[in-house]
């Protein structure tokens, strides 16, 4: 068997991909009371999965309810999705091929599963729609940004594309409103260092090593035109705060204004398009791109 096998024994299932739980080293007892020790709200579910065979270890072995801990193995199983509100927008598709699938992402639709937010996703959509498990995404965008998003159809596809984005070859343009006026003056190429820690809702500058750049264009009152040259997490929000112009409609910047985990009414979107991708296609040496229809309401 091979190291991908060993790594994922259970196929992608209705769009998900099975949940993978380390078993802690210092843990006694069976693999079934830990589950139901670490997930007590999923008890009688975990019990059912097991007794289905549902629950399965590296190698694809069934577990069952007398099976022990082996600390530091790791063991694979469905988890049921959580409760979610339907986003009641719908993605377009820009282009389609044996390799590439290229979306105009909605607002409020999250790019792939976490969190909260696990079918109610464009990944999650989108291998539903096309019946294929091997779609993933060849970057992201925030769940509150729209524009063009990109995905891999194949493996083989999935590293050549991805490579464009993680060595800054792809030309990307967004579009953003600020109802607030820049305190410095535009356009102007912003360099800063940025940083987003695990569990904080904000991403932050601070004194080091700049690792986030974007030129930022006045276009109209109020109207910006973005460039980013790198794709860190919340880079375009938090660089347009930083000049004084948070982007209208978040939640995040400059503070926090919204319970993150509260449901939403998708009468507010943030005012950030990801306008348009341009490259040259790694697979064909083909220049590409692709531009979203989408209009920013206060555009």
Known sequence: MSRSQARRPLPVREGLNPSRVLLPRDSVGTV???????????????????????????????ITDATPMVGGAFIHLYRDPPPETPVPFELEILHHDADLLVIDKPHFLASTPRGQHVVETALVRLRRQFDNPLLVPAHRLDRLTA?????????????????????????????????????????????????KDRGNLQAVEIDGEPNAETYIEQVADHRFILRPRTGKTHQLRVHLDSIGAPILGDPLYPAVTLDAAAPTTFTDPLQLLARSLEFKDPLTGALRRFESGRVLKYW
């Not at 590293?159 to 305190?183: N, T």
């Open 32 to 62: 079934l009371e830990h589950l139901v020790a670490r997930f007590p709200t999923d008890a009688a579910r975990l019990a059912e999965k097991v007794s289905a065979g549902e629950v399965v270890d590296d190698h694809g072995c069934p």
């Open 147 to 195: 524009g063009v998003l990109m995905f891999t159809c194949n493996p083989a596809a999935r590293r050549p594309y991805q490579e464009l984005f993680a060595g800054q070859s792809v030309r990307k343009i967004y579009e953003a409103v600020s109802d607030s006026v820049p305190r410095v003056e535009l356009p102007l190429l912003l360099r800063s260092r940025m940083v």
